[in-house]
């Protein structure tokens, strides 16, 4: 009985010990933080010694240090050589200089690429085309409500389609918004002027609609020059409706945005509520995170690109790197899921402050990372001459804790649409 029960004893503790060591070998590794001084980037050093002389704007000195995430020592999938073979068309990076217009960069940028995949053709599209009408439509409702609407500098990236929808869109040779003066936008005066001219309407109860539309188009038009009616590409002649039909060959109507949070419910139709949804648009499909995170991937893998948003002011996203991660200290990979992301979208931590462009992904020990293109200075503290300039790396985990909806063609997603039925 003695050798009976020491033969027991024997393979209950190797046995135990076979599932410790597997515990062991699935924890993560533990990542460090570090405190990085404040240094002048792209943003100060290119943007704002350009706009300066004309904005008397003043650099504004940070001298607190920064808690980030410590990436050295890491290898890390941050060279574009890694992502060629898995990576869509795409113009290059262009900056949004100091504008909050990341919603127009990102979605037009996802429009081009959509554009020479279905039809081919490279084209440089106009932000600024669509911006224009954006405030136009915002000072609109800012009227109608009485004051009670949103206006300001952001957007969402739905607001691209509805702007094609109403008023088309057109090249960046046809209208760049952009003072011949100037390098880089920036609508800080302009912004500032219309909007204290519409609460001085609010204040004043003066809700004549057209003429104050007509006073925010003159201010515009001095600071960003008044769009076409009619212009001329490759030889013809176009209006934007014709052009975004005949040329583009854009529907508005076949682009869809993939949302995922757990405060409304799944497999409906929601509104997204943040603030930049100031039109308090209900298209959003709203599913589970592992569907969403399962489309995405499949998405890029099949040919499509995304216009892809969410929260970049994290600890785990270093601008010297380029490089998103979340690292053990914010939460382990295991536990990230749908509560751990509501969690940061309902306390704030999570905020609907970017739109960028996923263009391609690699894989790497068994996770996707993302190729993000972008058009804030963030992405452009490397050399400008370098291929990573303009452009950030994601990891998954990242995407899936904090980036928060997409656009992408229905194609993309037709078993997930079949789910909401009509």
């Known amino acids: ?68 995430m410590d990436q050295s020592g890491i290898d890390l999938p941050n060279k574009m050589d890694l992502y060629k073979k898995n990576t869509q068309w795409h113009n290059p990076s262009i900056s949004q200089g100091n504008a909050g217009t990341c919603w127009a960069f990102s979605t037009t940028s996802f429009y081009e690429s959509e554009i020479y995949r279905l039809t081919k053709k490279q084209v440089k599209l106009s932000e600024l085309y669509t911006v224009y009408w954006e405030y136009v439509e915002k000072a609109r409702r800012f009227i109608r409500e009485r004051g009670n609407s949103a206006f300001g500098e952001g957007s969402e990236a739905n607001a691209v389609a509805r702007i094609f929808r109403q008023y088309g869109a057109m090249p960046l040779s046809a209208y760049s918004g952009l003072p011949k003066e100037r390098k880089f936008h920036s609508h800080a005066a302009m912004f500032e002027e219309m909007n204290k001219y519409l609460q001085g309407l609010k204040t004043n109860f003066a809700w004549n609609e057209e003429q104050a539309l007509e006073t925010i188009h003159s201010i515009m038009n001095h600071y960003i020059g008044e769009p076409p009616k009619e212009f001329t590409y490759e030889g013809k002649n176009y209006t934007p409706r014709t052009f975004l039909k005949e040329y583009m060959q854009i529907n508005p109507d076949d682009y869809v945005e993939i949302l995922s949070y757990k405060q409304e419910p799944y497999w409906q139709q929601v509104e997204y509520k943040v603030t930049d949804n100031w039109w308090h648009s209900k298209d959003y499909y709203n599913i589970p995170l592992d569907d969403y995170m399962k489309v995405l991937k499949q998405a890029i893998r099949s040919g499509f690109t995304t216009s892809i948003g969410g929260d970049v002011s994290e600890a785990g996203l270093v601008r010297t790197t380029n490089c998103a991660m979340i690292p053990t200290f914010d939460i382990p990979s295991e536990y990230i899921d749908e509560d751990a992301r509501q969690f940061r979208f309902s306390n704030g931590t ?25 058009s804030s200075s963030g992405s452009r503290n490397v050399d400008e001459k370098s291929p990573e300039f303009g452009y950030y790396f994601f990891h998954e985990d990242f995407v899936k804790l904090k980036m928060m909806n997409f656009t992408v063609h229905k194609d993309a997603v037709k078993e997930v649409l079949k789910k909401f039925g009509k």
């Open 350 to 374: 999570t905020a609907d402050d970017h739109g960028m462009h996923l263009v391609g992904y690699y894989e790497k020990e068994g996770k996707d990372w993302y190729l993000i293109k972008d």
């Open 1 to 68: 009985m003695k050798k009976i029960a020491s033969l027991i004893f024997c393979i209950v503790f190797l046995t135990i010990a076979v599932y410790a060591q597997k515990d062991q070998k699935k924890e993560q590794p533990r990542d460090k933080s570090v405190f990085k001084e404040f240094e002048p980037g792209y943003y100060q050093n290119s943007i704002l010694k350009d706009i300066r002389s004309i904005d008397e704007k003043k650099e504004k000195k940070e001298k607190e240090k920064k808690f980030i």
